[in-house]
């Protein structure tokens, strides 16, 4: 792509306690090598560190850097409140916590050109730098995991997708379907996938574009994700009654599964202690729940044909455990009447 011919492009990113990321990221965006004009619009949610401070600095070294304030705080009203303050005709998301592959703009306005598509993205490319980061990265990326979309796995071929990791915009696609639907705090990209599809356009994946993903980095802060993912999976599916899919169903149906067992195994125990004959003992068989759970997620860590350090696959199962039954614990409980901040 010739400069001359490079379309200008709004990048937004949504910003919040991001002062670890925040500075590799912008740069990742900066060294694109972009040929055509660019701006970028850091919008600010309110942070506990020094994410503000920051985004600042980085604001008065770069001219075509800009900062707007997002009071609300939540993902998708950053979105609309950096995609309505954008000059350009074409939006690029980029997420605050990640870093975008070489050539990722100039490739994302290639496609969105030679497709016709609204929306284009590509590969989450989890990496982790602690073995427990990585122990996720590898979660992330794996069919015992989350890694059944193509945009986990990257083995899928180009072409029309039911949706991709952030992606790059036309404005006027995004406008037309009224942009991110600002209550939904997760899921929103999933979501707004799914209302461009069914107004008739195209959402494509390439595993050109690929987008580093830096993972959480604690069993808590891991925890809290995959709870609030959870229950906002089920708000999409509670509006979208034909986005229900069962492997959206797995993770719910095993918590039940194991919390009933284990339930039962316990009032086995107890009979057993009692003294009570072997036929009301029965609930012990409960037991066979959750061993078998940890049966499957220790025996598919270790047999996984992947070249990782031998702590990253010992933690492997613990973040598998931690990713499902978050998740699963979150969709049935769900957001109840209210929304969350």
Not at 72 to 78: L, S
Request: charged share 20%; aromatic share 8%.
């Amino acid at each position: 792509m010739s400069s001359y011919l490079a379309p200008p492009v709004s990048v937004v990113i949504p910003v919040k306690n991001e002062e670890r990321y925040l500075e590799a990221s912008v740069d990742g965006v900066l060294n694109q090598g972009y040929p055509g004009p660019m701006e970028i619009i850091l919008v600010i949610a309110p942070s506990t560190d020094r994410t503000a401070q920051i985004a600042q600095e980085l604001a008065d070294r770069h001219e075509h850097i800009r900062v707007i304030d997002n009071p609300d705080g939540t993902t998708p009203k950053a979105l609309n409140l950096g995609v309505a303050a954008s000059r350009y005709d074409i939006i690029v998301r980029v997420d605050a916590h990640g870093e975008l592959g070489p050539e990722y703009i100039t490739t994302a306005v290639e496609l969105l050109e030679r497709t016709g598509a609204a929306n284009v993205g590509g590969i989450m490319d989890a990496k982790g730098r602690t073995p427990f980061e990585q122990a996720v990265a590898v979660a992330y990326t794996s069919k015992l995991g989350l890694g059944s979309s193509a945009f986990h796995q990257g083995d899928a071929p180009e072409g029309p997708a039911e949706t991709v990791f952030l992606g790059v915009f036309r404005k006027a696609d995004l406008e037309a379907v009224g942009g991110f639907c600002p209550e939904f705090d997760r899921a929103q990209d999933w979501e707004l996938n799914y209302r461009l599809r069914q107004s008739g356009r195209q959402v494509w994946f390439s595993p050109n574009l690929r987008v580093t993903y830096r993972p959480r980095s604690t069993v808590t802060a891991l925890a809290k994700q995959f709870f609030r993912t959870g229950k906002w999976r089920r708000e999409v599916m509670r509006r979208h009654h034909d986005s229900v899919s069962l492997r959206y169903l797995a993770a719910p149906i095993a918590v039940t599964g194991i919390v009933t067992g284990t339930a039962f195994g316990i009032v086995g125990i107890v009979r057993a202690a009692q003294g009570k004959p072997w036929l009301k003992r029965w609930p012990l068989i409960g037991w066979a729940a959750p061993l078998g759970y940890a049966g499957i997620i220790g025996l598919g860590s270790a047999a996984m044909k992947r070249e990782m350090d031998p702590g990253v696959r010992a933690r492997l199962p613990l973040v598998l455990a931690v990713m499902h039954m978050s998740w699963g614990a979150g969709f049935l409980v769900g957001l109840g009447e209210r929304s969350e901040d």
